[in-house]
């Protein structure tokens, strides 16, 4: 299933949950963009030399203004771009849009690796999404036709994710 839900209905969803419910969302992503950063890093060649600089940055936006056009505008130099990288610090929380040729300069991040990074961050975002979808939708395993067996060990983060209603 592919869901994909309006920032609208993202934030609906996520206000009728608990503290603890969206905490363990919020794990799940901090963890599995960990996890991508940890395998760039592990790529012999792919520029990701000290994860600590990512572990500072997220690429939140990557926007292509279409071949011929350079409707986007870098915040450090000014210049016009056609591809355009959403990046904001997880300190601060400031948000900058950023072009290729600078985010290498300034951040010493190949744009490959934001890239990466920024598909990575999407393809969390859309299982998140469906998460929401099927709380939001009161889906449960027995909906699914899925018995657990008796003294089945589920793995952890699996039974926390349960136990949390987040079925
Ligand atoms: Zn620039």
């Known amino acids: 299933?592919?869901?994909?839900?309006?920032d609208e209905e993202r934030l609906l969803i996520l206000s009728k949950?608990?503290?603890?419910?969206?905490?363990?969302?919020?794990?799940?992503?901090?963890?599995?963009r960990s996890r991508i950063i940890e395998s760039l890093a592990k790529k012999r060649g792919s520029g990701v030399d000290s994860t600590k600089t990512l572990e500072q940055w997220d690429f939140v936006g990557y926007d292509d203004s279409g071949f011929g056009n350079r409707h986007f505008k870098c915040d450090h130099c000014g210049?016009?771009?056609?591809?355009?990288?959403?990046?904001?610090?997880?300190?601060?929380?400031?948000?900058?849009?950023?072009?290729?040729?600078?985010?290498?300069s300034f951040y010493g991040i190949p744009s490959s690796v934001a890239e990466a990074i920024y598909r990575g961050n999407h393809s969390i975002h859309l299982d998140l999404d469906e998460l929401l979808y099927k709380f939001e939708n009161g889906w449960n395993l027995e909906d699914e036709h899925i018995k657990i067996p008796d003294g089945f060990r589920l793995d952890p983060s699996i039974e926390r994710h349960l136990n949390l209603g987040l079925r």
């Not at 299933?1 to 309006?6: A, E, G, T």
């Not at 949950?17 to 794990?27: D, G, K, V």
């Open 17 to 32: 949950l608990s503290t603890a419910q969206r905490e363990f969302l919020e794990q799940i992503r901090v963890s599995r």
């Open 79 to 104: 210049m016009s771009l056609r591809y355009r990288f959403t990046v904001v610090s997880l300190t601060s929380g400031e948000k900058t849009h950023i072009g290729r040729d600078c985010l290498e």
């Open 1 to 6: 299933m592919n869901v994909v839900l309006s």
